[in-house]
C-alpha cells in the first residue's frame, strides 16, 4: 500500500496500483479499532471497482463487530444526510469524486457526519495498517452484511425542505451529471416543479467515465465546460448545472452559456441566506475573496476566511455556528445541512433566487464579473513534489517582482498576497483594499500548485498580472494544465 493515498481530508489512490482491495479491509479494521463504531453506514460511488471495495469495508467492519447500513450505490452528499437521519456512529462512502475511472478511495466520517481528516485522526488508520498492529486482532463475525436500505425519498423530503418548490417560476435548464448519480437525483426533485430539463449530458451513471472527454468527470475541465456551454447555447436554457462525478459539487453557467466562478455562487448565496436568517458567520476560502467578502459584510454578516477542504470547513463551521459556507471548488455548506457540502441544495437556492428576483443569472453576477474579476483557478504541475515546493518558496522570496505594496495576508492555505497599484478603494466595512490579489496553494488532492488572481474593476490588471505569475511559474518548471478563460482558441 502506497503511504501517500492518505490525503489531508480523504483516501485516495489508483486502484490496483496504489493499493489493493485487502488495504481496504485493513484499513476498515483499523476504523473500527480507532473510532469504536457501533453501527456504521457504507455507500459507494458508480465506479466499476467501487462494489469490490465497499465489500471489502464492509467485511473489515463486520469482522471488528461493527454493524453495517448498507447504503448502496450513493453521492457523498447523501451518505452525510444518512449517518445524521438514522443516527449512526460513522459513516464511510466508496469514492474517489472527481478522479478518472483508475481512481478510487474513501472519504469517512463520524457521528452527526463530522469529517474524519489527518487531524482528526486519518493518518493513525494509516500508521495502524503500515505496523500492521491488527494482525493479531480476533475476528468477531457477530453480523452479516444487509441488504441496501431505500432512503432516496426520505433524502429528496430534506432536499425539498430548502425551499418552497412550487414558488419557483418557468425555467429551462441544461444538467451535466458527469455519469455520477446528480442527473437521476435533480430529475426526482424538480418533477414537481414548473422547471424543465431541456438537455442531458451524461445523466447515466457509468463508472467507465468512458463518454466524458479524457474520462475525467470534472466539470472544472476546459473541454467539459465547453460541452455544457454549447448545449446551454443550441437550446436557449436559462441556465445550466453540473456536477462531479460523487455529486458532492455543483457549478453554475448563465444563459449565455457563460461558466460562473465559485467565488460569485458563494456571494450570492451568502447575500440571500443572511437576508433570510440575519447576522450570522459565513466561511469561504481563501482563493479569490473580495466578492464574497463584501457580499458579507453588505448584508450584515461576519467574513470568515478558513483553509480549504471540505473537513477543515466542516470543522471551523461547528466552532462557529456558521450559517453558510462555500469554497471556489464548488462546494457549498449549510447549518441546517448538519454543516456539511450538498450538491443539490445550491440549485434549489439559486432558483430560488433568481424567481424571486425576476432576474436571470447573468444579470445577477455580471456586476459582480465587472466589480471583482477573476482569473478562475490555474493548475501547474511539476515534475517532483521537491520542484513543486521549490517554486513555492521562490515566489514568496521574490514577491516584490509580482508588483510595488505587497501585503502577505496572515496565512490561512498557501501563499495570499495583496498589491496596491496606487488608488486603494475602500471596502464595505471601511478597510484599504489592495488593487489585485493572488492566493497560490499546493493542492490536498492532487501534486499541483494552484493559482487564483483577483483584481478590483479592472479585467486589464487581472490578466497582466496572472500572465505576469503564470510566467514566472513556468520558467521554475511548472507546466500550465490550464487555460486562461481569455485565451482564443
Same mark, same amino acid.
Given at each position: ?18 493499493? +489493493? ?29 467501487? =462494489? ?19 447504503? %448502496? ?41 463530522? =469529517? ?30 444487509? &441488504? ?31 455519469? %455520477? ?5 435533480? &430529475? ?21 467515465? $468512458?463518454?466524458? =472527454? ?8 476546459? &473541454? ?9 447555447? +443550441? ?38 441566506? /443572511? ?71 445550491? *440549485?434549489?437556492?439559486? *432558483? ?15 456586476? *459582480? ?18 520542484? /513543486? ?19 502577505? &495576508? ?59 505569475? $503564470? ?5 521554475? %518548471? ?12
Amino acid at each position: 500500500m502506497n503511504r501517500d493515498i492518505f490525503r489531508a481530508y480523504d483516501i485516495r489512490g489508483i486502484f490496483g496500483v496504489d493499493f +489493493q482491495p485487502a488495504d481496504f479491509y485493513q484499513i476498515a479494521r483499523a476504523f473500527a479499532d480507532r473510532f469504536q463504531p457501533k453501527i456504521v453506514a457504507l455507500g459507494h460511488d458508480v465506479r466499476e471497482s467501487s =462494489p469490490q471495495l465497499w465489500r471489502q469495508v464492509a467485511e473489515g467492519l463486520v469482522d471488528s463487530g461493527v454493524e453495517v447500513l448498507n447504503l %448502496g450505490q450513493i453521492s457523498t452528499d447523501m451518505l452525510y444526510f444518512a449517518v445524521v437521519h438514522y443516527q449512526t456512529d460513522a459513516g464511510i462512502v466508496i469514492s474517489a469524486s472527481h478522479n478518472p475511472a483508475k481512481y478510487n478511495g474513501m472519504k469517512l466520517v463520524r457521528r452527526h457526519a463530522a =469529517p474524519i481528516s489527518a487531524d482528526t485522526g486519518l493518518f493513525d488508520l494509516r500508521n495502524a495498517v503500515e505496523n500492521g498492529i491488527l494482525s493479531e486482532k480476533e475476528k468477531i463475525h457477530c453480523h452479516t452484511i444487509p &441488504e441496501p436500505i431505500p432512503f432516496l425519498d426520505a433524502y429528496l423530503t430534506h432536499l425539498s425542505s430548502f425551499t418552497d418548490l412550487q414558488t419557483l417560476s418557468n425555467k429551462r435548464i441544461v444538467i451535466n451529471a458527469n455519469s %455520477g448519480l446528480a442527473g437521476q437525483i435533480a &430529475e426526482r426533485l424538480l418533477a414537481e416543479t414548473p422547471i424543465e430539463v431541456c438537455e442531458r449530458l451524461f445523466t447515466q451513471p457509468d463508472g467507465t467515465f $468512458s463518454k466524458i =472527454p479524457a474520462g475525467r468527470p470534472d466539470p472544472l475541465r476546459p &473541454e467539459n465546460r465547453e460541452l455544457t456551454t454549447q448545449a446551454v447555447k +443550441q437550446t436557449k436554457a436559462d441556465l445550466a448545472v453540473a456536477w462531479d462525478a460523487d455529486a458532492d459539487r455543483c457549478f453554475f453557467f448563465d444563459e449565455n452559456g457563460a461558466f460562473v466562478e465559485g467565488c460569485y455562487i458563494t456571494a450570492l448565496l451568502a447575500e440571500k441566506l /443572511l437576508q433570510e436568517k440575519g447576522e450570522r458567520t459565513v466561511i469561504f476560502d481563501p482563493r479569490a475573496v473580495w466578492a464574497v467578502e463584501n457580499a458579507v459584510v453588505s448584508a450584515n454578516g461576519t467574513p470568515l476566511l478558513n483553509r480549504c477542504g471540505h473537513s477543515f470547513i466542516k470543522s471551523r463551521m461547528q466552532e462557529t455556528d456558521a450559517l453558510f459556507a462555500g469554497e471556489a471548488s464548488g462546494h457549498y455548506y449549510f447549518k441546517d445541512n448538519f454543516y456539511t457540502d450538498n450538491g443539490m441544495i445550491p *440549485l434549489l437556492l439559486i *432558483l430560488e433566487y433568481l424567481s424571486a428576483n425576476r432576474t436571470s443569472l447573468a444579470e445577477s453576477v455580471n456586476r *459582480l464579473r465587472c466589480e471583482y474579476p477573476v482569473s478562475g483557478e490555474i493548475n501547474f504541475s511539476f515534475e517532483t513534489e521537491c520542484h /513543486l515546493r521549490d517554486a513555492m518558496e521562490v515566489v514568496q522570496q521574490q514577491i516584490y517582482a509580482f508588483g510595488n505594496h505587497p501585503c502577505i &495576508e496572515t496565512p490561512v492555505d498557501g501563499l495570499s498576497v495583496r498589491f496596491h497599484t496606487g488608488f486603494r478603494p475602500l471596502a464595505a466595512n471601511g478597510d484599504r483594499l489592495g488593487n489585485w490579489r493572488f492566493n497560490l496553494r499546493e493542492s490536498n488532492t492532487e501534486p499541483l500548485l494552484r493559482l487564483n488572481v483577483e483584481s478590483i474593476g479592472s479585467e486589464d490588471l487581472l490578466i497582466e498580472q496572472t500572465m505576469r505569475i $503564470s510566467e514566472k511559474l513556468e520558467s521554475l %518548471g511548472g507546466r500550465r494544465e490550464t487555460k486562461f478563460r481569455w485565451e482564443k482558441e
